[in-house]
């Protein structure tokens, strides 16, 4: 059976559908601004990333989708760049902080994005994980309604995505509101 690109068809409509929004909540968690690169992982067309730039230096968005990345080029502040979250394409400890916003349950290899995730992460830097609620029963349907539309979707609970950080050195903490979870990591250490 063929794959689907269903983030490719989408890319040019995709923010008339998913209103960009002021992301506080992530912005709080993600203790920003913060001195140093910030990356946002699967961050598709630059969406939520669009609010970190001045808050973080360089502002950088990680995605498989070209047509996605091809709508962060026209937003000002924002590095785009392609890349498997399994395989990233940069240097161990490149950023002091890490979002990743409704992104995780898309990738195929969830433990080993979670090792580049980490492997990318300053001493001292902070990971922030936003990912729809899989405890909730609108989001059971929403993960039914991903499988009906034949996306590679994977849906872990929060205490799940927590789990692929057992490192001696994590800090980890979940918060849940709504439909919405975020797993927030530190990695112990001085950052610098």
Request: glycine share 6%.
């Amino acid at each position: 059976m063929p794959i689907i690109e269903h983030f490719d068809c989408l890319a040019p409509h995709y923010e008339r559908f998913i209103r960009p929004r002021l992301p506080q909540e992530l912005m709080t968690l993600a203790a920003l601004p913060v001195e140093g690169a910030l990356l946002d992982i699967g961050g598709g067309t630059g969406r939520v990333a669009q609010f970190m730039a001045g808050h973080a230096q360089p502002v950088v968005v990680a995605d498989l989708s070209l047509p996605m990345l091809a709508q962060t080029q026209r937003k000002d502040g924002l590095q785009p760049v392609a890349a498997h979250s399994e395989r990233l394409p940069f240097a161990d400890g490149a950023f002091a902080r890490i979002i990743m916003v409704d992104a995780l349950h898309h990738v195929i290899d969830q433990r080993a994005t979670a090792a580049e995730l980490w492997r990318t992460l300053q001493p001292g830097g902070r990971i922030v994980i936003e990912e729809p609620d899989v405890r909730t029963f609108t989001v059971k349907l929403l993960a039914l309604a991903e499988k009906l539309a034949l996306m590679r979707s994977h849906f872990l609970t929060p205490a799940q995505i927590a789990a692929l950080f057992d490192h001696p050195d994590a800090l980890i903490r979940i918060q849940a509101t709504g439909f919405n979870a975020w797993i927030v990591v530190e990695k112990a250490g001085d950052a610098g």
